[in-house]
């Protein structure tokens, strides 16, 4: 992209362009229809209802192709189709100068996931993955937790089938969500792991749960996480736990809501503690209540969704480096891909 571009969209109106308005697309649409500082010029979509339905909600174009958006003259764009389709677009967008907004995972697997991450890093254009996690208000409460250092995780995903995204497995359709977190908080990719998955009603795991094991923090403690996702429960739950040297975090998404424990007594008293504890003494009549601090997490507001374009939107004015860039995304589906061939070598029913 020129200078002379660059320096329009820094002070300017963000020309943005949606490819896939289908159940996740049209909240992009509607978003870069909303969002101060973009102008939705454009989407692509094989339907034509829905592109009908674009034109007459938000008066912008509707393409059948990618080549036709990049005519139309975008400057950033949101890929909102299945994953085996998104190396070929993102490839001939980035190629264009186009600056990329792709939903999770970046690829169905490990090859395109650095093909993808290998064109954007030859490029002037940005690429940011879609891993809206990091923006929900519950995880950038915990973010904010100072002085947590994780020595324990569980993380529970699952809900019914909703029959979408079955182009995927429930491991790059619902746990890289919780994958991509887990990386962000301990800083690396897991060096262990140990996974079991159920294949149901495709040719996919449906069902997974996984034992990540980190590598050592500074203080030389590897941290170990739980992480179960299924599509097949009978209810839709979110949580996560984090257990730490000083604190215990326990955290609902669905609810926006968590709790943090603290210890309230010093070094001082819980040393004389634990030394009755060590001498046999009946400490049945302390409570434990008043040795902890408990709090509620404090969790603010904000579309998840809205907030990470706006965070795109602000990497594409300042050229800066987006929140969740391509080696982010690489790294995600990595992971996903050595739990699946984990659980495989574990003897998973799966095809």
Do not use: W
């Not at 996931?113 to 879609?130: D, E, F, H, N, P």
């Not at 790059?172 to 990386?183: A, E, G, K, R, S």
Request: with cysteine; proline share 3%; glycine share 8%.
């Amino acid at each position: 992209m020129s200078e002379s571009a660059m320096s329009a969209i820094a002070s300017g109106t963000i020309r943005c362009g949606v490819i896939g308005v289908g159940r996740m697309g049209r909240h992009h649409a509607r978003l870069c229809s909303q969002v101060e500082g973009a102008d939705l010029v454009a989407v692509v979509d094989q339907s034509p209802e829905r592109r009908a339905e674009m034109v007459e909600s938000y008066g912008c174009q509707a393409f059948e192709s990618v080549a036709a958006l990049i005519s139309a003259g975008v400057e950033a764009c949101v890929v909102a189709t299945p994953t085996v389709t998104h190396r070929h677009i993102v490839e001939q967008l980035l190629a264009a100068g186009v600056h990329c907004l792709v939903e999770k995972p970046l690829a169905p697997d490990v090859d395109e996931a650095r093909a993808i991450a290998s064109a954007a890093a030859r490029g002037s254009a940005i690429l940011q993955v879609g891993h809206v996690v990091r923006f929900d208000p519950v995880m950038v409460a915990i973010r904010n937790i100072t002085g947590l250092t994780p020595r324990f995780v569980e993380v529970d995903r699952v809900s019914p089938m909703t029959f979408r995204s079955v182009d995927v497995g429930v491991v790059l359709d619902m746990m890289i969500h919780d994958l991509d977190v887990l990386i962000m908080l301990m800083g690396s990719e897991p060096e262990e792991i140990h996974a079991n998955a159920v294949s149901v009603l495709g040719e996919a795991e449906d069902v997974c749960n996984a034992r990540l094991v980190f590598p050592p923090g500074k203080d030389g403690i590897r941290c170990t996480a739980n992480v179960t996702a299924s599509r097949l429960a009978l209810k839709t739950e979110r949580k996560i736990r984090i257990i730490s040297e000083d604190a215990y975090v326990s955290a609902d998404f669905g609810e926006r809501r968590g709790t943090v424990v603290r210890k309230a007594v010093n070094a001082e008293q819980l040393a004389a503690i634990r030394q009755r504890f060590q001498k046999g003494e009946d400490l049945s009549g302390l409570n434990y209540l008043e040795l902890v601090k408990v709090e509620a997490l404090e969790v603010g507001t904000g579309e998840p969704l809205r907030l990470q374009l706006e965070s795109f939107l602000e990497a594409v004015r300042t050229g800066g480096r987006p929140f969740v860039d391509a080696e982010a995304g690489f790294a995600a589906v990595r992971t996903a891909q050595r739990i699946v061939e984990s659980a495989r070598r574990a003897g998973s029913r799966m095809v």
